[in-house]
């Protein structure tokens, strides 16, 4: 069953990807590692603040249409919580479930953390930090979210200010809203490399250390 982060690069466009990354790191001896995951969380607050938002309003609507019926009225408090009982786990699943409806409901100061910490588990769990020279660098693409960030090694952080890397997250943004994901992905490892280029040369000795690109 194809997941979010294989369905946001074809088989073609992850080796374009590949591509562009192979061509920067001809320059530079930075190791560029785009990497896309389905999601940074499972986020089931979520999904309980959706279910909460939709079965509520259903369950008042059924309790007014069928109290009065069942002259119970309707108003009546123990209908109404039989209704949202029933209702409540069925549509935490759907929202659960649904890209869209989950969307709807994520905490923006919970999406931030979230994939801010899942870019830092990713960049130590790939061993970003391994690198010869110090100077690997994440670009992490949470699809669920539409989120990115960049993450640079010891030595890229004690040469390039992080400020600099967020035009290039601005616009890898930008193209992903737009569904130009490939494209927007490939520019911002062609920028990155160029913004390596000017710290780390490459040199004679240089080989590829780290993956081209990583899906998860």
């Not at 123990?78 to 929202?95: A, G, H, K, N, S």
């Not at 930090?129 to 990115?148: A, H, M, P, R």
Request: negative net charge; aromatic residues 10%.
């Amino acid at each position: 069953m194809k997941t979010l982060s294989t369905q946001f690069l074809t088989q073609e466009e992850q080796q374009r990807v590949t591509e562009a990354v192979q061509r920067a790191e001809k320059k530079t001896s930075g190791e560029i590692v785009p990497m896309v995951v389905s999601a940074s969380h499972n986020y089931p607050m979520a999904s309980a603040i959706g279910s909460v938002f939709i079965s509520l309003p259903l369950s008042l609507l059924f309790t007014s249409v069928t109290g009065s019926f069942l002259w119970l009225g309707a108003q009546n408090m123990w209908l109404l919580l039989i209704y949202w009982t029933l209702l409540f786990f069925p549509i935490y699943y759907l929202v659960d479930k649904s890209i869209f409806l989950k969307r709807l409901f994520l905490l923006k100061d919970q999406v931030e953390e979230e994939v801010e910490e899942a870019a830092i588990t990713s960049f130590y769990g790939e061993r970003l930090y391994q690198t010869k020279d110090d100077n690997g660098i994440l670009i992490f693409v949470s699809v669920l979210e539409k989120k990115v960030w960049i993450l640079g090694d010891r030595r890229i952080n004690e040469k390039i200010d992080s400020d600099q890397w967020q035009d290039i997250i601005d616009e890898l943004s930008a193209g992903i809203r737009a569904h130009n994901q490939c494209e927007a992905l490939c520019r911002a490892v062609e920028r990155v490399g160029k913004v390596l280029l000017e710290h780390f040369p490459i040199s004679d000795d240089d080989k590829n250390e780290l993956h081209n690109i990583i899906i998860r």
